[in-house]
């Protein structure tokens, strides 16, 4: 039963790891021909400095839990 819990706690956090590189390359992939090239690093550098902060535990905490389910 632990390690249930141990692949589901890993699979949840790839879910979200995933999502948020995905999600964040696809919302500016589409529309990346409407902005100039100083709006679209600002836009980059907002969008970094808002998922620097839990991507600091979640990164780590996947990796650790998908090492554990292995």
């Known amino acids: 039963m632990k390690t249930r819990w141990i692949d589901f706690i890993g ?7 995933t999502g948020l ?6 919302a500016l992939s589409q529309s990346i021909s409407g ?13 970094i ?3 620097a902060w839990p ?4 990164l780590p905490g996947c990796l650790l839990f998908m090492l554990l389910s292995i």
Do not use: C, D, Q
């Not at 699979?11 to 790891?17: A, E, G, K």
């Not at 590189?21 to 696809?26: D, E, I, L, P, Q």
């Not at 902005?35 to 969008?47: D, L, Q, R, T």
């Open 11 to 17: 699979l949840f956090l790839l879910l979200l790891v």
């Open 49 to 51: 400095s808002n998922v």
């Open 21 to 26: 590189f995905w999600g964040t390359w696809f």
């Open 35 to 47: 902005f100039s090239p100083a709006e679209f690093i600002h836009i980059g550098k907002v969008i």
């Open 55 to 58: 991507m600091r535990f979640i």
